[in-house]
Nanobody
Framework: QVPLVESGGDSVEAGGSLRLSCETS????????TGWFRQVPGKAREGIVA???????SYADTVKGRFTISQDNAKNIVYLQMNSLKPEDTARYYC?????????????????WGQGTQVNVSA
């Protein structure tokens, strides 16, 4: 069973919205800290958001106010709601688990992540 499976990536116009989902039922890690990061080919990974078991969150300035992380524990799904998308949001988005703190998550210090889902935003 694959630990983390992302879905929801698509091509949208600037100003549009997308909701990414991450199925986590196959994950067996111990630290209940989760988040998302993104990567463009040839560039470093960028931490977007992290959330700990108490619901504390930390967002990157580049997405603050536009993106929201949430979690449905009953369904074992983590969501990333993305609004007011910009062309610079174009990237492959990864769901990740097992960070020590939300600050570490924002630095992309996760123990595990999925295969990613592609988001393309056109001007």
């Amino acid at each position: 069973q694959v630990p983390l499976v992302e879905s929801g990536g698509d091509s949208v116009e600037a100003g549009g919205s997308l909701r990414l989902s991450c199925e986590t039922s196959g994950y067996t890690g111990s630290r209940d800290c989760t988040g998302w990061f993104r990567q463009v080919p040839g560039k470093a990974r960028e931490g977007i958001v992290a959330m700990d078991s108490e619901g504390r969150t930390s967002y990157a300035d580049t997405v603050k106010g536009r993106f929201t992380i949430s979690q449905d524990n009953a369904k074992n799904i983590v969501y990333l709601q993305m609004n007011s998308l910009k062309p610079e949001d174009t990237a492959r988005y990864y769901c990740a688990r097992d960070c020590d703190t939300v600050e570490d998550g924002l630095r992309v210090r996760f123990a595990s992540w999925g295969q990613g889902t592609q988001v393309n935003v056109s001007a």
